[in-house]
């Protein structure tokens, strides 16, 4: 059995080169990737136009925390008595219930959305073994809340950010 060469087209357009080519006459082969760096372009201008004013946003309010942290900072108490503390904590847990199988069933599907899901449950195990950690300082529980953090919630938040990191296939 023979290959058969794949068929290439010669295009001449202005402004048609490759990425980051200026508007001139430009020739090209059409390869794949120029196939899709073409669809891409033509298909998503406003996604285009706005990554750079969310990135400025998400950039500025970033920012915009760190003297808001000093000012908590210097003001909070150091203790305080907590309304409906087993309400955050069943709820996070419920979170995390949610977050990990979730992904577990997407990973399994080869679903790209387990992906995002991933990330979003790495996030939330890591501040679930922070807090767990800090609110527990000084008591009798903190050797396992340390136990918990490293043995069981930091292991699975590193998993999820392995499978966040990945590329859908």
Excluded: N, Y
């Amino acid at each position: 059995m023979t290959r058969r060469a794949r068929a290439t087209r010669l295009v001449v357009c202005p402004g048609d080169g490759p990425p980051g080519g200026k508007d001139t006459l430009a020739m090209a082969l059409v390869v794949p990737q120029a196939r899709t760096w073409r669809a891409t372009r033509t298909t998503r201008p406003a996604r285009a136009l706005r990554t750079p004013r969310t990135a400025t946003v998400l950039t500025g309010a970033g920012l915009a925390l760190l003297p808001w942290v000093v000012v908590l900072a210097r003001t909070m108490p150091q203790t305080t008595e907590v309304s409906h503390w087993s309400t955050a904590w069943i709820g996070l847990d419920l979170m995390l219930a949610a977050g990990l199988t979730g992904t577990g069933v997407l990973l399994r599907r080869r679903d790209p959305r387990a992906s995002p899901l991933a990330a979003a449950t790495a996030a939330l195990l890591v501040m679930d073994a922070w807090f767990d950690v800090t609110t527990s300082a000084g008591t009798g529980g903190q050797g396992m809340a340390l136990l918990l953090a490293a043995g069981a919630e930091l292991p699975l938040a590193v998993a999820c950010a392995v499978v966040a990191g990945r590329r859908p296939r």
